[in-house]
Each structure stands twice: as structure tokens, then as C-alpha cells.
């Protein structure tokens, strides 16, 4: 079974803090996406990246920035966090190709005070 | 800009089928139609994908008209753990990945 694991479910933070947000992948997927979901506003993806060391930005970029040094770690960065980063961040990664299937991690739930 | 329309709930009972309809006017020739779902506290899980007619897998078929302006995912004889929300997303390369705003569906007995 593909697995996606997500370093945390639950993160408080204060603003101004900086923010990790791990992902890690175990089915060799090219392919790695940030998300945050949102009530009423569906998933909007953040970044996204098709290979190591390689990133593009998604709808959402501003705030986040992300790091991918090793095929299997996807990282999302919040350089300094504010009140309206508080979000659901989703961590997908998928086979070569866009069309390809995704797969979710858990999601971590973060809320910045 | 692309956009990606559908209900934001849905009600029905056990047994009976659902027809969640996603409307997506501004879909490209590329694009391709994926269907999510959804359970509390997990991520979205792949149920079905198409670009055009109808596909069907052992959990759901999705209908595409001529124009894909929109899709309808059908699921069959609906169950309690049928309860969850539904994505329809639309994606031309990395760029151009739509997801909708999700449809809530509760199955009851």
C-alpha cells in the first residue's frame, strides 16, 4: 500500500514563528504537492514538485516555501506564520505525469495564534 | 480562470443511488475529470478518472457529455459508509489543478 505520512496531525504555533511541515512518501512517486483546505474553499495547492530539488508554485504560494533534497521528503516552510495560514495542510504525491492518481497523507492540522 | 462548481451537500438513504454533479465550463481540451473522497480526519482518496463518455470501476461510474462541461459521478446502492465528501478536480499539467469546493453527502438508514 502507497503510504503518505505527515510529521504531525496536530501543530500549534505562535505568529511569527517559522513552520516545518514534513511529508514523506514510500512508493518512489516523482511527483510531491503541498495543499491547504479550507471550509468552503476546497483544496488549493500551495506548491507542487516533479522531481528531487525541483519546485513550482501552485495557486497559493505566497507565505510558504517548500524543499524537496530527497525524492521521498516533501517539506512546506511558513517563514513566519500568521493568524490566516491556520489551516488543514495536505501532503499528496503521485506517479510521473499529471493525470496520475494522488495520494493523501493525513493532514496536520495547523493553528497559529 | 478555471473553475469547478458542484452542491454543497446532498442527502439520501441507504440503498439508493447518488448522482453528484460537478460543473467545470472552463475545462480544456488536456484536462482530465478525478473524482476524490473524502472521510473526517483522513486525507482525499482517488475513487475515479475520465476525460470523456463514461467510466465505470467496481465503486463508482463517471458520465462525461460531448461538450465536458460537466461530469456526474454515480455511486450505486449508497451505504452508511458512503457518508463522506466528494471532490471533483480537473488538472491540465501541475499548473492547472482544480479542485471543487466538495459535496457533503449523508447517507442515512
Known amino acids: 500500500d502507497v503510504k503518505v505520512t505527515q510529521s504531525s496531525r496536530y501543530l500549534v504555533k505562535r505568529t511569527g514563528e517559522k513552520v516545518f511541515l514534513e511529508c514523506v512518501q514510500d512508493?518512489?512517486?516523482?511527483?510531491m504537492f503541498w495543499y491547504r483546505q479550507d471550509p468552503g474553499l476546497g483544496l488549493r495547492l500551495i506548491y507542487f514538485?516533479?522531481?528531487?530539488?525541483?519546485?513550482e508554485k501552485g495557486d497559493i504560494p505566497e507565505g510558504y516555501s517548500v524543499s524537496r533534497e530527497k525524492k521521498e521528503r516533501f517539506s512546506l516552510i511558513l517563514e513566519s506564520a500568521s493568524t490566516n495560514q491556520t489551516s488543514m495542510y495536505l501532503c499528496?504525491?503521485?506517479?510521473?505525469?499529471?493525470?496520475?492518481?494522488?495520494?493523501f497523507g493525513p493532514g496536520t492540522r495547523l493553528t497559529v495564534l | 480562470l478555471a473553475k469547478t462548481t458542484q452542491p454543497i451537500s446532498m442527502d439520501s438513504y441507504e440503498g439508493q443511488e447518488v448522482n453528484i454533479t460537478c460543473s467545470h465550463n472552463n475545462i480544456a481540451t488536456n484536462d482530465y475529470i478525478t473524482w476524490y473522497q473524502q472521510f473526517p480526519s483522513q486525507g482525499p482518496r482517488f475513487i475515479i478518472q475520465g476525460y470523456k463518455t463514461k467510466v465505470t470501476n467496481e465503486v463508482a461510474s463517471l458520465f462525461i457529455p460531448a461538450d465536458r462541461k460537466s461530469s456526474t459521478l454515480s455511486l450505486p446502492r449508497v451505504s452508511l459508509s458512503d457518508t463522506a465528501v466528494y471532490y471533483c478536480?480537473?488538472?491540465?499539467?501541475?499548473?492547472?489543478?482544480?479542485f471543487g469546493t466538495g459535496t457533503r453527502l449523508l447517507v442515512s438508514p
Open positions: 514538485s516533479y522531481d528531487v530539488k525541483m519546485k
Open positions: 478536480m480537473t488538472n491540465t499539467g501541475f499548473q492547472k489543478l482544480v
Open positions: 512508493m518512489d512517486h516523482e511527483n
Open positions: 499528496a504525491s503521485s506517479d510521473r505525469g499529471p493525470d496520475n492518481e494522488q495520494f
